[in-house]
């Protein structure tokens, strides 16, 4: 056998077994790229499937009688009134009307619990947007209670819980079901409202503003920063000692636990500057802090992949330092930048801890109007729901959950879209 | 700083003082070529009507020093080629002329490079200007990711070159013509610089170096990523250039400085070994070790 020959066959036999590994190695990527798949649709079959029943809500069609006697007033735009006024009797009374066999203190209690607490008020919403029905009677659909909405949800799905309700309230439901008069509706609620102890009551508006004042206060302060920072560190800075050091310091940073900065900004900010608590100031700063190394490492890299011939080129033209970053780094690096701080963006709105450390983790109803109205978050807001022992907050806990995710999501689309979309080829 | 008077310096041939029966056997066994065997640059490296002087020039990155002792003028309106093999410093030499080796972190510079009798690297020297006097072609075609336009009017427009959009406009269109690419891309100024070929990109970028006039353009090995008939367009424009201004060019190609140069030096592991008309350094070199080179015995 030749030398050729007798070296054919060890490579033919050698590449059965490379081919083998190779086929082996293909196996073993199509497996994590499943597992990990998999874990993501679990989670999103899971979130889902709880928390989709919080986007409706259940209610009751009553006939209200808006009775100037009842309520106690005479003037809608008489302040003192509409605070003294007995708004809570309208749903009562108009309830009772609905059955009036019922009979009995804990019965009439158990009847006035069909309906939401925040019911009377918000008929006097109603009321106050439209003057005019002021005496009149009106057929309106009325929020029902959260054990109510929890339990007609599932006897619906056929899995009635029936746990928290007394045999008379399901056979009232059952009744107002047969005459049609009780349905699942859109939960505008859920949007338009800020936190509530009563589940049906309460919303993620004041956490979404939240979200969105402390993370425009974010990206105002550590874009600007983060970029003018990772600028002179690329381009300006010499390169010695010092500059190492920074750079250590900015990589341990970014991989510093976020509680640390929330101690922090607690220490700092609220301490010695007195900056009020559980403001979007305060967590603006806070996640600032925690996001600007993520934002100078990212800009950095996108500045440092501007190719050099284009700043020969610019300084070669006579451009001056500032000029050549500005006029041709700047811009070509910016779509990196961007994305950055967007991922930047999307890490900070799903930080809680160090939201924890500096009060904004408190129960708040009102939404937040303004940089310095105590605010809460979303993350924050998942976290109160989830510990809260109402049976309905685990379906609100789920449906916060996927719109914090949408956001994400919606904020890591549009980092992709972007880097696309600005992207030059040279 | 001792800023010597250049005009006075006359036009010298030195005669190699240099025995060439020393080194002629080393080169014929191929090995032992020693640069220590000569002291001084042999040639005409002096001009009575110098635009650039250099006098002891020695140029360090770091510890490692990259040109020893270099001597030479250019001179108005002239097109000086320099070659030499890989590593000889003929590029960081191009760059000491518009101090591009400012950027280069750790670059040192002695000696005295005067342009017009001023000395480039005076302290109270504004690089920009420099720059704007010096214009530079470089190896790669570099135009910026913009419009055709915007590469030609970017000079004019950070040196406040243009008073109106009309000047402007004008400026743009006598480099293109001048850069010989105004009939290739009159339809699509606007269109981005990226998109034309190599050799419209190198000629975009020479266009973009001449708008704002300058008095000297370095060309740094301007077409070794171009093909032979986009490297016969630039070699022609730069002989058009040359009524205009003083070219210094660093080539591989020894038939490139031949044909667009008037005169060649020679560079060897950091020192200038001889200067002389082109003409006379491919047919009778002075040095055996430019001999050597051009024959092709090393390279």
């Known amino acids: 056998m030749s030398k050729q020959t007798e070296n054919l066959v060890k490579i033919q036999h050698s590449l059965k077994r490379r081919n083998r590994s190779e086929a082996r190695f293909r196996w073993y990527g199509r497996l994590a790229v499943f597992i990990g798949l998999a874990a993501v649709a679990t989670l999103f079959f899971d979130i889902i499937g709880k928390g989709h029943g919080a986007f409706k809500a259940t209610y009751i069609k009553l006939e209200v009688h808006y009775d100037q006697a009842l309520i106690d007033i005479d003037n809608l735009t008489d302040t003192e009134q509409m605070i003294a006024g007995n708004w809570q009797a309208l749903p009562k009374v108009a309830l009772r009307e609905k059955f009036p066999n019922v009979s009995g203190r804990s019965d009439k209690r158990r009847l006035n619990n069909l309906l939401s607490s925040g019911a009377g008020f918000d008929l006097k919403d109603r009321l106050v947007a439209n003057p005019h029905l002021l005496g009149r009677k009106e057929s309106i659909w009325i929020l029902a209670d959260d054990d109510i909405d929890t339990y007609f949800k599932s006897w619906l799905a056929g899995d009635a819980y029936a746990a928290r309700l007394s045999s008379k309230q399901v056979q009232w439901i059952e009744g107002l079901h047969q005459q049609g008069l009780i349905e699942l509706q859109f939960n505008i609620n859920l949007f338009t409202r800020g936190d509530s102890r009563e589940p049906e009551q309460a919303g993620i508006r004041g956490a979404v503003m939240g979200s969105l004042l402390t993370l425009v206060l974010t990206l105002m302060l550590s874009f600007p920063i983060g970029v003018a920072a990772a600028i002179y560190l690329e381009e300006f800075a010499p390169k010695n000692k010092w500059t190492d050091f920074i750079e250590v310091n900015i990589n341990n940073l970014a991989a510093v636990p976020s509680i640390i900065f929330g101690l922090l900004g607690l220490a700092i900010f609220i301490n010695f500057f007195h900056v009020p608590r559980s403001v979007p100031i305060v967590g603006g700063l806070v996640l600032t802090l925690m996001t600007l190394p993520t934002i100078i490492i990212t800009s950095r890299a996108a500045i440092k992949s501007v190719p050099p011939s284009i700043r020969e080129a610019a300084l070669g033209m006579g451009a001056s330092k500032v000029q050549m970053v500005l006029h041709h780094v700047l811009p070509l690096a910016l779509p990196g930048m961007l994305t950055g701080a967007i991922i930047g963006m999307a890490q900070a709105l799903g930080e809680t801890a160090p939201l924890l450390m500096i009060g904004m983790v408190a129960f708040i109803v009102d939404i937040p109007g303004s940089f310095t109205d105590p605010a809460t978050v979303l993350p924050v807001q998942i976290f109160l729901w989830a510990d809260s022992p109402e049976r309905a907050f685990i379906e609100k806990t789920s449906a916060a959950i996927m719109v914090l995710l949408t956001f994400l999501i919606i904020m890591n689309t549009s980092a992709v879209w972007l880097r696309k979309r600005l992207e030059r080829r040279w | ?299």
């Open chain 2, 1 to 299: 700083m001792g800023v010597k008077d250049t005009t006075a310096v006359p036009v010298i041939n030195k005669k190699a003082s240099i025995n060439r029966q020393t080194i002629a056997p080393k080169i014929a066994s191929g090995h032992g070529l020693d640069v220590d065997d000569h002291k001084v640059t042999v040639g005409q490296s002096f001009s009575q009507n110098a635009k650039m002087t250099m006098r002891n020039v020695n140029v360090f990155y770091g510890d490692k020093q990259a040109i020893y002792d270099v001597n030479i003028d250019i001179a108005k309106n002239e097109v000086m080629a320099m070659i030499g093999p890989s590593g000889c410093g003929k590029s960081t030499f191009l760059r000491t002329l518009n101090r591009m080796n400012d950027t280069v972190e750790g670059c040192r510079v002695e000696g005295d490079i005067l342009m017009d009798g001023e000395n480039l690297y005076a302290p109270k020297l504004d690089v920009v200007e420099l720059r704007a006097r010096v214009g530079m072609v470089f190896q790669k075609p570099n135009p910026f990711p913009k419009s055709i336009y915007d590469n030609v009017a970017y000079g004019p427009k950070i040196h406040g070159l243009a008073d109106t959009r009309v000047d402007l406009d004008e400026i743009v269109e006598s480099s293109l013509r001048k850069a010989s690419l105004w009939e290739e891309v009159k339809e699509r100024l606007h269109q981005p610089g990226t998109g034309l070929s190599g050799g419209q990109q190198q000629r975009l970028c020479i266009a973009r170096a001449i708008a704002v006039s300058p008095e000297i353009i370095l060309m740094d090995e301007p077409c070794s990523a171009l093909d032979p008939i986009a490297t016969a367009k630039i070699e022609e424009l730069i002989e058009e250039l040359s009524q205009n201004f003083t070219i210094a060019i660093v080539t591989h190609s020894m038939q490139q400085a031949a044909r667009v140069s008037h005169r060649t030096a020679y560079f060897h592991l950091g020192k200038l070994i001889e200067v002389n008309p082109t003409e006379q350094v491919f047919t009778m070199p002075e040095h055996p070790l430019t001999e050597a080179y051009i024959t092709g015995r090393f390279g």
